[in-house]
């Protein structure tokens, strides 16, 4: 599970994205953060060419 941010640093965040929500919105959006941030980071996973066989060329396999 991700460290907890603070809602100080979530208000930057929202700031820095140019988003303008109302205090039941934000209270929303800050109680599910840290999901986004857990899914995320498993969606930025580095893969290598294995993982993805059908876009490997093998002139050998024909």
């Known amino acids: 599970m991700p460290d907890p941010i603070t809602k100080e ?3 930057a965040i929202v700031a ?3 988003l303008t929500l109302s205090p039941e919105r934000f209270e929303e ?4 953060y840290p999901l986004v941030r857990e899914i995320r980071a498993r969606l930025r ?3 290598g060419y294995d993982a ?3 876009s490997i060329f093998s002139p050998g396999a024909f």
């Open 9 to 11: 640093a979530f208000a």
């Open 16 to 18: 820095d994205r140019g």
């Open 29 to 32: 959006f800050y109680a599910l």
């Open 45 to 47: 996973n580095p893969r």
């Open 52 to 54: 993805e066989p059908a």
